[in-house]
């Protein structure tokens, strides 16, 4: 925390009970943003804003990024520049001061005591004065501040009541560079519309135009501006008025309008619902406007390049500089048809207009952008005609989408400007094949997938992918390339699933893309191992594993592992030469894919059963395999 020997010096002179201590930060990469608008001007290489909620001030450059802050002045509502820039005013009712700053540090100079309840609220500056309102909502006047006088000399350089009985609310003010004696005032007290303009030139003001707030100009002013080069005032950023012999008569108006500010060259910058529209002085159309949602405040730069404007955005209000005000921007239209055949003619139509008048025979360059050329093709220029429209015909050599990009390059009253349409320009159809579609396979097998593309023009290249069933796997490019002198490209896959296979061709500039599927379907792995039995023996041709008939058979498959996979364990008993099947019933798997059954000792000889373990395509738990029979496995149970 740093203060100034003079801002020291002023607390002691005038007995404040606390010291608020203005500390300038660092520069900083940052955009600047404020919580609660207070104030924004600007000088040749920086813009000022005030923060109310903060209290802070900012100093930007041109672009908008942050070059310094100072803290320390609470309720800060106002900001105004003397006339040399040197130094910067900053009000704030909080304090019942006007702290003056070092524009180039923001060190503080200087602090005025107001002594007033409520104030001061605005300031400006001119005449050689700081010029600042107060009061509140019922009455209010006007008082100055003197940067001459030096405090330490005895006498106050706050004047107060400069402006008594005219004044109900707390005026707003604005000043004109190039009358530098001027200095408008406009009501914002009780919703009337009083205002007044000026003469500050010798120090103490002389009324030039008054309006007494009969409500016959309009019904509350929110802002007002003096007009440069004219004894005009515009007020709400929409009506102007003329003053002479001392009153106010309305002399027109821009379409609607909230709040503006008026450049040296008299360029008004108007607030108009999220835009803000620049006019030249007594247009009825605007020359430029702005898209520029939540725009609370608007400065110009001295000399009328750049627009300043506040703007609303999740992180509060960001300046904004708004370049090029005095190009108008053309509107230009593009018209192709929505279709068209290859190698055949078509036409493209369109328009370009300006509310500034375009100069005779604009040229607009026209570039076709397509399979062919993906980064453009120039087409000869076309010559606008006088009404503003102009058409050009073309034979597209490519299919597929097409667009045509228009271009106006701007001059010295129009910015540049371009726009495009996109014509579905026809293809042939090519075929695309695929083999191995409905075929099973066992468990593991390498199975070649062979696409077959028919004729393309440039374009020979396929891609295959493999995508085998399950939420566990995606699907995954396993070959791509071009094809042979045949038309063919091949690909393995290893079939341990159902696997969904894809051809691809992505087409070319005569041939449209075309995608071609497989589906393939893979057994499961099962064997199963028997054991407890005392030896194996065929009965008949078929071989036996032979228990004692009060032994347990232990029965143990190993089936390809899935999570939540069942088996299905199937018993049948022999019986007079025929095979009875008792019922099914399902078995999980382990994670190693294991299942072990016992069987059960029948404790009777004689017994012929057999066993065999399956997988159900849905009914084993899951659908990822195609559905497998194991091999019967035959029981013999002796004495």
Do not use: C
């Amino acid at each position: 925390m740093r203060s100034t020997s003079t801002a020291t010096a002023l607390a002691v002179l005038f007995s404040s009970a606390a010291l608020s201590v203005v500390t300038a930060g660092p520069a900083s990469a940052a955009t600047a943003v404020v919580t609660t608008p207070a104030g924004i001007v600007a000088d040749g290489t920086r813009v000022f804003l005030g923060d109310n909620a903060s209290g802070k001030v900012l100093a930007a450059n041109h672009s908008g990024t942050v070059l310094d802050s100072a803290t320390g002045i609470p309720g800060i509502t106002d900001l105004a520049l003397s006339a040399d820039g040197s130094t910067l005013y900053a009000a704030t009712p909080e304090l019942h001061e006007i702290v003056a700053l070092d524009a180039a540090t923001l060190d503080v100079k200087t602090r005025y005591t107001v002594a007033t309840t409520d104030g001061p609220r605005h300031v400006a500056f001119a005449g050689g004065k700081v010029w600042f309102s107060y009061g509140d909502q019922w009455s209010g006047d006007l008082g100055s501040v003197d940067p001459a006088v030096d405090p330490a000399s005895g006498t106050d350089p706050v004047t107060l009541g400069q402006f008594s009985g005219k004044v109900w609310g707390q005026a707003l003010l604005d000043t004109d560079p190039s009358a530098p004696g001027l200095l408008a005032v406009g009501e914002t007290g009780l919703s009337t519309d009083s205002m007044a303009v000026l003469d500050v030139s010798t120090g103490t003001p002389q009324q030039l135009a008054w309006h007494n707030g009969d409500y016959s100009l309009n019904n509350g002013i929110g802002d007002i501006d003096l007009v440069p080069g004219a004894p005009q005032v515009l007020f709400n950023g929409k009506d102007r008025a003329k003053y002479a012999d001392g009153k106010f008569t309305l002399a027109g108006s821009y379409p609607s309008g909230q709040r503006a500010d008026i450049a040296a060259n008299g360029l008004v910058a108007q607030i108009t619902g999220g835009k803000v529209a620049v006019y030249q002085p007594n247009a009825a159309q605007p020359l430029r406007t702005y898209t520029a949602s939540g725009t609370v405040d608007v400065t110009w730069a001295p000399d009328a390049s750049r627009i300043f404007a506040l703007v609303g955005t999740s992180a509060g209000y960001t300046l904004k500089a708004l370049t090029d005000p005095t190009l108008n921007v053309p509107t230009l239209k593009v018209n192709a048809p929505s279709t068209a055949t290859r190698a055949k003619t078509l036409t493209v139509t369109g328009k370009i207009s300006a509310s500034v008048p375009l100069p005779a025979g604009v040229q607009l360059s026209v570039t076709r952008t397509d399979l062919e050329s993906p980064n453009g093709k120039a087409l000869a220029p076309v010559t606008v005609k006088a009404d503003g429209t102009y058409s050009f015909t073309n034979t597209p050599p490519a299919g597929g989408k097409v667009k045509y990009t228009v271009k106006y390059a701007g001059d010295t009253a129009h910015t540049a400007v371009s726009a495009s349409d996109t014509v579905d320009v026809s293809r042939a159809a090519t075929s695309l094949s695929l083999n191995n579609n409905g075929k099973l396979y066992s468990y593991g097998a390498d199975v070649k997938f062979t696409a077959h593309l028919g004729k393309t023009y440039k374009n020979r290249s396929v891609s295959i992918y493999a995508d085998p069933f399950g939420s566990d796997k995606g699907k995954k490019l396993i070959k791509t390339g071009t094809v042979n002198s045949d038309g063919n490209i091949s690909a393995w896959v290893d079939m341990t699933r159902d696997t969904a296979v894809t051809a691809v061709f992505a087409g070319d500039s005569r041939y449209k893309p075309k995608t071609v599927k497989s589906t393939a379907y893979a057994k499961v792995k099962i064997s199963t191992a028997v054991s407890k039995h005392y030896k194996t023996a065929k009965i008949g041709s078929t071989t036996y594993y032979w228990f004692h008939k009060s032994t347990d058979p232990l029965l143990t498959t190993t089936m390809s592992y899935y999570p939540g996979r069942q088996q299905r364990f199937d018993l049948q008993v022999y019986y007079q030469g025929s095979w009875y099947s008792t019922d099914s019933e399902y078995f999980p798997l382990g994670s190693n894919g294991k299942s072990a059954v016992s069987l059960g000792a029948p404790g009777e000889s004689g017994i012929r059963a057999r066993m065999r373990s399956v997988y159900v395509n849905g009914s084993s738990g899951d659908s990822v395999n195609s559905t497998t029979y194991g091999s019967w496995k035959y029981l013999y149970f002796s004495n």
